[in-house]
């Protein structure tokens, strides 16, 4: 499954993808708010993206992780991706990583409002969430801009560097308003 938005496209990750993944995990700036940690060695990539290659196989998907690269370049800039509840509640919950030379440029709040539109037009979502850290400032605008609202903090929830950080929920749903 392939995105598109004004400037991007976000294609499905593949192998060819790892090194480019890899050495945008292993940056200091991205892994601020990363849950995951600078992995040791491109082996733990390695087996941190192989389910979502796998996943591409099944046949009621419920998680998708794309790359993202610039139409204009096919230069990568990050990753996003969509987790589906596959429920009566059609919830989903969206991701998304860029590149640090690649913020403050509205790469990250494209993508998000590509994934939220996905969301509700190919997935027939009632409800897209997003979670972010309470200290990730970027971030919360990126979210604000795509028209999420904030519902609520969740209490140390999220393990970053051996500590438990608070985390911001964020949601949209199919009938509140968007301008995109």
């Given at each position: 499954?392939?995105?598109?938005?004004?400037?991007?496209?976000?294609?499905?990750?593949?192998?060819?993808?790892l090194?480019?993944?890899?050495?945008?995990?292993?940056?200091?700036?991205?892994?601020?708010?990363?849950?995951?940690?600078?992995?040791?060695?491109i082996g733990?990539?390695?087996?941190?993206?192989?389910?979502?290659?796998?996943?591409q196989?099944?046949?009621?998907?419920?998680?998708?992780?794309?790359?993202?690269?610039?139409?204009?370049?096919?230069?990568?800039?990050?990753?996003?991706?969509?987790s589906?509840?596959?429920?009566?509640?059609?919830?989903?919950?969206?991701?998304?990583?860029?590149?640090?030379?690649?913020?403050?440029?509205?790469?990250?709040?494209?993508?998000?409002?590509?994934?939220?539109?996905?969301?509700?037009?190919?997935?027939?979502?009632?409800?897209?969430?997003?979670?972010?850290?309470?200290?990730?400032?970027?971030?919360?605008?990126?979210?604000?801009?795509?028209?999420?609202?904030?519902?609520?903090?969740?209490?140390?929830?999220?393990?970053?560097?051996?500590?438990?950080?608070?985390?911001?929920?964020?949601?949209?749903?199919?009938?509140?308003?968007?301008?995109?």
């Amino acid at each position: 499954m392939e995105l598109q938005s004004a400037r991007l496209i976000l294609k499905e990750i593949c192998w060819e993808d790892l090194d480019a993944i890899h050495n945008l995990y292993s940056l200091p700036e991205v892994d601020e708010f990363n849950t995951l940690g600078i992995p040791k060695d491109i082996g733990e990539t390695r087996k941190n993206i192989s389910p979502a290659i796998e996943a591409q196989k099944d046949e009621n998907r419920k998680s998708y992780f794309w790359k993202i690269v610039k139409k204009d370049s096919e230069e990568f800039i990050g990753v996003a991706g969509l987790s589906l509840s596959l429920n009566r509640f059609k919830l989903g919950e969206i991701f998304y990583s860029l590149l640090p030379g690649f913020w403050g440029k509205g790469f990250a709040t494209e993508v998000a409002k590509t994934l939220v539109k996905s969301g509700f037009e190919d997935f027939n979502l009632h409800k897209v969430e997003a979670g972010v850290a309470t200290g990730n400032t970027r971030s919360i605008k990126v979210l604000e801009k795509a028209g999420m609202t904030r519902e609520g903090l969740r209490r140390k929830i999220l393990p970053i560097r051996g500590e438990w950080k608070d985390n911001f929920h964020y949601a949209i749903v199919e009938d509140d308003p968007r301008d995109y």
